[in-house]
């Protein structure tokens, strides 16, 4: 399974090449998924009020607080060799059909182009007779096609810049010796197929599945609409090129939906052995909240009538809370923290570095409820309580629904391989020419 599963990554990052997502994560199929099949989400993004130069820090209501800690850099992607009969060792020419070959793309048969067949071998040279005849003998093959699918060529730089990318290069032109070329170019037909399979998808997305996608996106960073285009203006690409984007994704995540992923079953005897066999990861070694506020400031001395103010505001923005409005939403626009623009989000806090008036606050809530404003020397706080990992084992039906996906996913990837090289394939003239 782990061969399989590194195979695949190597096939999937080149049909995923440019998508705003990994399609294949938990966390990123599910808000997929969500704006596949949800209606219209208006714009949610309130006005910003306040200027920054007057708002206290995000993490005002702690004392010292851990720094969150960023996910470390995924390992470069082995690149797994191909089975046996994939490669012709010889490089005798032939021309094999697709659909004439067992097994798919990963036993494809190879073909020479009919100029590479019949060029002899140049002959000695001791000096070029012009620069221009110097270039030219010095100037590698690059851009030379070693396989096709349909006649789209795949061309030896396409191949060499894929495995760079996955942190596996090439230092040969002479592909049939490599194992690394050989599996690079699997992988790019793999992607050209899911290409031309995602086209009839074209018209299945509508603006509104956009429009949602985009705006999770937005959340995801923590922007604003206004700070989510400028710092799209400042990467280089235009909005309507990242709806181009969010489009193809959003294609991509129907066809994995509907051909592989919708075909997907784990028993619950699968959860239940994952569960026994990881119980660590499931285990919480210490008590952490994580928490949202909103808070409404006050100057260092404030008169009663600044107190009085303020603490109105903070009942109004409770009630509303209450109410059910977006926490999010209400310290987007009411908050006078910088965290506003996370719609509050703090992160989490271990007991010891919070507040003791806040603390005793939040200690009873229960995750999603919010508490009763509370005074420090910063303002009026209205803290959500987002969540609360209490050390001890985490009960399985409590993340039941979490290793259902990751094995769901995981099965995944193995099954796209399959169709695509049990399937796809089949549909397809493929040839290689090396």
């Known amino acids: 399974m782990a061969a399989s599963a590194v195979s695949m990554g190597i096939a999937l990052a080149g049909v995923f090449a440019g998508c705003s997502v990994d399609l294949l994560k938990p966390q990123s199929y599910a808000f997929i998924k969500e704006a596949i099949e949800a209606t219209p989400v208006p714009d949610q993004s309130p006005e910003v009020v306040g200027?920054?130069?007057?708002?206290?820090?995000?993490?005002?209501?702690?004392?010292?607080?851990?720094?969150?800690?960023?996910?470390?850099?995924?390992?470069?992607?082995?690149?797994?060799?191909?089975?046996?009969?994939?490669?012709?060792?010889?490089?005798?020419p032939r021309i094999v059909p697709a659909s004439d070959v067992p097994g798919g793309i990963s036993i494809p048969g190879f073909a020479a182009k009919k100029e590479d067949q019949e060029a002899p071998p140049p002959a000695p040279v001791e000096e070029p007779e012009s620069a221009?005849?110097?270039?030219?003998?010095?100037?590698?093959?690059?851009?030379?096609?070693?396989?096709?699918?349909?006649?789209?060529?795949?061309?030896?730089?396409?191949?060499?810049?894929?495995?760079?990318?996955?942190?596996?290069?090439?230092?040969?032109?002479?592909?049939?010796?490599?194992?690394?070329?050989?599996?690079?170019?699997?992988?790019?037909?793999?992607?050209?197929?899911?290409?031309?399979?995602?086209?009839?998808?074209?018209?299945?997305?509508?603006?509104?599945?956009?429009?949602?996608?985009?705006?999770?996106?937005?959340?995801?960073?923590?922007m604003s609409d206004a700070e989510f285009r400028a710092q799209l203006q400042a990467s280089g690409m235009s909005y309507d090129e990242l709806r181009k984007h969010a489009r193809l994704d959003l294609e991509k995540a129907?066809?994995?939906?509907?051909?592989?992923?919708?075909?997907?079953?784990?028993?619950?005897?699968?959860?239940?052995?994952?569960?026994?066999?990881?119980?660590?990861?499931?285990?919480?070694?210490k008590e952490r909240l994580r928490l949202s506020q909103v808070?409404?400031?006050?100057?260092?001395?404030?008169?009663?009538?600044?107190?009085?103010?303020?603490?109105?505001?903070?009942?109004?923005?409770?009630?509303?809370?209450?109410?059910?409005?977006?926490?999010?939403?209400?310290?987007?626009?009411?908050?006078?923290?910088?965290?506003?623009?996370?719609?509050?989000?703090l992160g989490w806090f271990a007991p010891g570095d919070i507040n003791d008036s806040?603390?005793?606050?939040?200690?009873?809530?229960?995750?999603?409820?919010?508490?009763?404003?509370?005074?420090?020397?910063?303002?009026?706080?209205?803290v959500k309580l987002e969540e609360h990992e209490v050390p001890g084992p985490v009960p399985l039906s409590e993340v039941k629904a979490q290793i259902r996906a990751q094995l769901t996913d995981q099965k995944t990837s193995e099954a796209l391989e399959k169709w695509v090289e049990s399937d796809l394939v089949k549909q397809h003239y493929v040839e290689t020419m090396y």
């Not at 708002?55 to 089975?83: F, H, I, K």
Request: cysteine-free; charged content about 25%.
């Open 295 to 345: 808070l409404i400031a006050l100057p260092a001395n404030p008169t009663p009538a600044q107190v009085a103010a303020a603490q109105k505001k903070a009942e109004m923005v409770r009630a509303r809370a209450i109410k059910g409005d977006d926490f999010g939403d209400l310290a987007r626009v009411y908050s006078d923290d910088d965290s506003k623009s996370n719609g509050g989000e």
């Open 51 to 92: 200027t920054p130069s007057s708002r206290p820090t995000p993490r005002t209501l702690v004392a010292s607080s851990e720094a969150a800690q960023p996910s470390p850099p995924s390992p470069p992607v082995a690149l797994p060799p191909l089975p046996p009969g994939a490669v012709n060792p010889s490089r005798e």
């Open 358 to 382: 806040i603390l005793a606050a939040v200690k009873p809530l229960k995750p999603g409820e919010v508490s009763a404003p509370v005074r420090t020397s910063h303002g009026i706080h209205i």
């Open 254 to 285: 129907m066809m994995i939906e509907q051909e592989v992923r919708s075909k997907i079953n784990v028993p619950d005897a699968d959860i239940q052995a994952f569960y026994d066999a990881h119980k660590e990861d499931f285990t919480i070694p």
């Open 132 to 222: 221009d005849e110097a270039a030219e003998s010095s100037t590698p093959a690059v851009d030379r096609v070693v396989a096709s699918v349909d006649g789209d060529p795949i061309t030896m730089r396409e191949v060499k810049d894929f495995a760079s990318q996955h942190g596996q290069p090439i230092n040969t032109d002479d592909f049939a010796s490599s194992d690394i070329a050989r599996t690079a170019v699997k992988a790019l037909i793999g992607q050209k197929l899911l290409e031309q399979e995602v086209k009839k998808y074209d018209d299945k997305v509508d603006e509104a599945q956009v429009d949602k996608y985009i705006e999770q996106l937005r959340m995801d960073k923590h």
